[in-house]
């Protein structure tokens, strides 16, 4: 999976850079200095038709401190976003579960302090092939508190997983693990620190669309597996 995220990340540079055949001249993005989470609501509401979240000290997301749009706001595709929130990080996945299983791009924002409280809800995820994004955000302090006990938890589950280590990983991991979630049917797990500010190019409303492309659109079946079930 390593090697594939690599391989899909450096044909998506290559594309926005101008570095390969792909001629339709979108630009990678626009540079700003942000935090992670503030990073990756941006990116997430570019993409998304939906957003569940959970955060029991509000911290676990960016613009309403959790991952949720502004109202009235519009994904890169015109459409508005439609936002839940939940009282627990189990209602927080099963909502997100509950969007994708009707067809919608979502994601969730939860904290990790609190991911193995939903564990149970976790695991059914990917026996229901569903490719939804799942942020978690996790503590830059030593002990109990910074523990990845849930995100490691999750790694046998089935789902795809990825901790980047900079800002713009995050960004770029972000756009690759709906890549993969849409094409797999599967869920990714993107695990992330809060705390970090650096520069980093925000995906623009132009690139999202081009790699992407519509949540209705038909894509071609990637694997034998899919071919037989669903046709190509």
């Known amino acids: 999976m390593r090697s594939l995220i690599s391989k899909l990340r450096l044909e998506r540079l290559l594309k926005s850079s101008g570095g390969s055949s792909d001629k339709s001249g ?25 957003i569940a979240h959970y955060s029991e000290n509000g911290f676990s997301g960016s613009q309403n401190g959790n991952g949720a749009a ?16 939940a009282e627990s990080v189990s209602g927080a996945i099963a909502a997100g579960a509950g969007m994708g299983l009707t067809g919608l791009r979502a ?11 939903g564990l149970n809800q976790v695991q059914v995820l990917p026996t229901k092939h569903i490719p939804i ?12 508190e910074s ?26 991991l972000t756009l690759l693990a709906r890549w993969v979630a849409e094409r797999a049917l599967l869920p990714g797990l993107i695990a ?16 999202v669309r081009e790699f992407l492309g519509e949540s209705s659109a038909e894509i071609e079946s990637p694997n034998a597996a899919q071919l037989l079930l669903f046709g190509g």
Do not use: W
Request: net charge negative; aromatic share 6%; charged share 20%.
């Open 26 to 50: 979108v630009k990678p993005g626009r540079l700003e200095i942000v935090e992670t989470q503030e990073a990756l609501a941006v990116a997430e509401n570019l993409i998304c038709d939906g």
């Open 70 to 85: 502004a109202p009235e706001t519009l994904n890169a595709f015109g459409r508005p976003i439609m936002n839940l929130g």
């Open 107 to 117: 994601a969730v924002f939860v904290s990790g302090d609190q991911l193995s409280e």
């Open 133 to 144: 994004v799942l942020h978690a955000s996790f503590r830059e302090a030593s002990g109990a």
């Open 147 to 172: 523990s990845h006990d849930g995100y490691h938890s999750a790694g046998d589950m089935g789902f795809f997983q990825a901790m980047p280590h900079s800002v713009q990983e995050a960004v770029d």
């Open 192 to 207: 992330s620190d809060r705390h970090v500010v650096e520069r980093v190019v925000l995906p623009t409303v132009e690139l």
